[in-house]
């Protein structure tokens, strides 16, 4: 189903009440395209009796929580104003400030983060991981953000999105999962969809087109389109240079 039609879709379910819409609606989250998802949460959000499918779907592992992609008011709503059960899940899920389930864990991870980087070993470690699907100056590829005009960022917002980039994923950048009939598995940011296919840009900034007739199965992911584990990969003092770069003002043209 093409997204527009969607969007239709659920803006007329408004309406609707009855509590056998909230189960369908989650049963279909993964047919849900990315730009349909905020008006699906804001349907579940709309009726009390609704809020706990919701979070017993992302305690199952249904929905990934940075899914959503709540705000503040959204998250307050599940943590004070929804019933008591809710309530006491929705606490153990999201914070007042923070998207993250994985919270003490970092916590404890970003104590070893050191109070210096090192630009140019962050610019190597920049063009490793991250410019397959990240712009940075003129370097990288504009599959998902651009990580120019970071500069303003704490240290420690940056680290904690980059260790943990399902957080809270922007709709716009929701993933797509295709399997076509001839067995081919294809990922990657749906940009266009329609009757007669769709379009897809993945890492590497490769673009493909998939005719409808082709496609045997097209779900949306859970998850980023980065991965996680990050701390994994890179030691504390990685992460520290990735983020110099990221925070340097005068841009990629600058470092020596």
Not at 44 to 57: N, V, Y
Not at 110 to 131: N, Y
Not at 135 to 157: A, C, F, K, Q, T
Request: aromatic residues 6%; charged residues 25%.
């Amino acid at each position: 189903m093409e997204p527009a039609l969607q969007v239709r879709i659920l803006n007329v379910l408004q309406t609707f009440s009855r509590q056998e819409l909230a189960n369908h609606l989650i049963d279909r989250w993964r047919q849900l395209a990315p730009v349909a998802r905020p008006v699906a949460v804001n349907l579940l959000l709309r009726r009390r009796a609704w809020h706990l499918p919701m979070i017993e779907a992302v305690e199952q592992g249904r929905i990934g929580p940075g899914e959503l992609n709540l705000d503040l008011e959204q998250r307050r709503r599940l943590r004070r104003h929804s019933s008591e059960a809710v309530q006491v899940r929705a606490r153990a899920m999201f914070g007042d400030e923070e998207y993250s389930n994985r919270a003490a864990f970092l916590n404890d991870w970003m104590k070893d983060l050191p109070a210096e980087g090192k630009r140019d070993r962050g610019l190597s470690l920049f063009v490793t991981h991250c410019a397959a699907c990240h712009r940075y100056g003129e370097m990288g590829h504009d599959v998902v953000p651009s990580l120019n005009s970071l500069s303003h960022r704490s240290i420690e917002d940056l680290a904690y999105n980059i260790l943990d980039p399902n957080m809270a994923i922007n709709p716009k950048y929701g993933v797509a999962e295709v399997e076509t009939k001839d067995g081919e598995l294809l990922r990657g940011i749906l940009t266009h969809r329609d009757r007669s296919g769709i379009r897809l840009l993945m890492a590497q900034g490769i673009r493909t087109s998939v005719a409808s007739a082709d496609i045997r199965s097209l779900v949306y992911a859970e998850g980023s389109l980065m991965p996680s584990g990050w701390e994994d990969v890179l030691s504390p003092q990685d992460l520290r240079d990735v983020i110099r770069l990221l925070r340097h003002r005068d841009g990629i043209s600058r470092i020596p």
